[in-house]
């Protein structure tokens, strides 16, 4: 359908390439399909697709209630993938499963918005079971519209929940034998026993009458959500030709004949809803939430500390006993950041608190009034596996914790330095737990600190310490943060007295370093940090 002639086009007309429009669009769609160039007049769905209906009912009803400009579309994955690419209102692709958990996450936190989850068999029905069970019994109010095909489309038609007996795929040649794969599921009669949905109905793109009461469910499940009810689901039995080997015809046919038959057509649940109560978190900064006062002043009182560091850091010959002597009375934050947003990739083996240094951080940087994300990555094993976590520090909203290109990357051990050193840019600094970099390694870019941490918090009395000597380092370097604020945010997680104490002079030992190696004769300055 070309740009011009699309929208609200009611009459049969010749468009200037060739192309006749025969029906009108809804509003709801993009005009055109912004997808490849050749191909923005259709859809990619295969002719006879039930997914090409169902996205007609849902644009015809969103626009209808006149929710266009609240909706948001959470599509799957599956051939629905690319539902984005068709309605113009807000769009999140979740991964595969997981629809109905992202639209509660979007519902709970924009409670006016109308948030519809979009899901397929093999995404709703096999790996996403638990989302949807549990968004369902939690009474979530959200709408889901659950497109079953008994097949897997997209992925060339492997065995689904819900394929039926006897049915053939490529996963089950001889057919679904319940000994073997077991029955079809029922998804809306498995969420009918619960409690808390308010509405649940099974329609089938099948024969004109089916496909008007598809249409009916889809508008009222959308408009319960309009109203402020909870939960409600809509199954859809719908055709998929293609991969059934089938003409579109047939394949409604086989809806009907076949598929009718094993999942009966029915309201499961029409109902008002029970008062729940309001499932809508909190709208406060999260630091309030958690209690922590204005800069976190469970940890002590940091302007003192500041000063404390900077009579001390005059005299630094007295050493690591000094600066301990802080006392504890709370006072208000008083750090600068320098930075807009700063992120910091923690990585090394399990068991050298490589996560725990990135919560520390996370931690840290709500206390100081930052957003902040922690996104931790790790291998099966607990010990000696791989992990690393990515810190993002900023002074606004957060859009993605991921950070390909970290400011900052402290590599507890030589394989993740040869691993992630090359992701640091040239301004930004890496700390390596060692003396010195491998023999054969060309040194990146960026700016490297070679720190030998593990030894020194060895010297101390543990050597698991190391993080937080490379946690004193960072601090020392860069201020992205206060060292106070890191021992009020150690000491509430140390609970051990003497491991409490190798921490904090870890920590000091990791800034002594940097004071001493890197930066020396640096003058100390007002902030506590020496320059
Ligand atoms: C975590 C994960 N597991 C598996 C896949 C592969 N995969 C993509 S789509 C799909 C099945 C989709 O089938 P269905 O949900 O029934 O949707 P349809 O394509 O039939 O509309 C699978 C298994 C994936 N992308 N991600
Ligand atoms: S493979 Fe099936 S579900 Fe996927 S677009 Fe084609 S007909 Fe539709």
Redesign the pocket.
């Known amino acids: 359908m070309t740009e011009e002639s699309s929208v609200g086009a009611k009459e049969p007309k010749a468009a200037n390439d060739g192309y006749e429009v025969i029906h009108s669009k809804s509003p709801v769609f993009y005009s055109v399909y912004e997808r490849k160039a050749e191909l923005k007049h259709q859809t990619h769905y295969c002719p006879g697709c039930g ?1 090409g209906v169902v996205h007609k009912f849902i644009a015809e009803a969103v626009e209808e209630l006149g929710l266009k400009d609240q909706t948001i579309l959470v599509t ?5 993938v690319f539902a984005f690419y068709y309605f113009d209102v807000g769009n999140v692709q979740a ?2 499963g997981r629809a109905s958990a992202v639209a509660t996450g979007i519902k709970r936190a924009c409670p006016d918005k109308i948030v519809i989850a979009y899901q ?4 709703l029905a096999a ?1 996403g079971t638990a989302e949807i069970v549990h968004a369902a019994n939690r009474g979530e109010k959200i709408t889901v519209f659950f ?1 079953n ?1 008994a ?5 060339g038609g492997q065995m ?1 929940p819900t394929t039926l007996i006897g049915q053939k795929s490529t996963t089950s040649p001889w057919g679904r034998r319940p000994a073997n794969e077991g029955f079809p599921m029922h998804m809306s009669e498995l969420l009918a026993t619960l409690q808390a949905p308010v509405y649940i109905e099974r329609v089938a793109v099948s024969d004109n009458k089916n496909i008007m009461k598809a249409r009916r469910a889809i508008r009222k499940a959308l408009d319960n959500q309009r109203q402020g009810l909870g939960f409600s689901f809509v199954e859809i039995l719908s055709p ?1 030709p293609t991969i059934w080997g089938m003409e579109p015809v047939e394949a409604r046919q086989w809806v009907a004949e076949k598929m009718i038959p094993v999942f009966p057509l029915n309201a499961f649940r029409d109902k008002k809803p029970e008062p729940l109560g309001n499932n809508a978190p909190p709208q406060r900064p999260v630091p309030e939430v958690l209690e922590i006062e204005d800069g976190g002043q469970r940890t002590g009182n940091r302007e003192q500390q500041v000063g404390n560091r900077k009579q001390q850091a005059g005299n630094r010959e007295q050493g690591i006993g000094n600066r301990e002597k802080v006392p504890g009375t709370p006072g208000p934050l008083r750090h600068s950041h320098h930075f807009q947003q700063m992120t910091i990739n923690v990585a090394g083996f399990g068991g050298q608190g490589v996560l725990l240094l990135g919560q520390l951080l996370a931690e840290m940087g709500m206390r100081e009034g930052l957003a902040v994300s922690w996104l931790p990555s790790y291998g099966p094993e607990m010990r000696s596996g791989s992990a690393h976590c990515t810190v993002c520090l900023s002074k606004e909203r957060i859009g993605s914790p991921v950070a390909l290109h970290p400011d900052v990357l402290i590599a507890m051990n030589e394989i993740s330095l040869r691993k992630f050193a090359s992701h640091v840019p040239a301004e930004g600094i890496i700390l390596y737990n060692h003396a010195s970099l491998p023999s054969d390694f060309t040194p990146p870019e960026a700016r490297v600190i070679c720190i030998p941490a593990s030894e020194i918090a060895d010297k101390l009395g543990s050597a698991k310490a190391a993080n937080m000597v490379l946690m004193g380092a960072l601090l020392e370097e860069t201020e992205c943060l206060s060292a106070a604020t890191a021992l009020g945010a150690i000491e509430d997680k140390v609970k051990k007295v003497a491991l409490l104490e190798i921490n904090r002079k870890a920590l000091e030992a990791g800034r002594d370093f940097v004071d001493r190696e890197v930066w020396v004769g640096a003058e100390p300055q007002p902030d506590g940090f020496a320059y």
Do not use: E, L, Q, R
């Open positions: 997914h799957p994955v599956g051939c629905s991964a595969h397929g068999d093999g995404d790996i497109v095909n097949i897997y489309g997209m992925t689904a998929c």
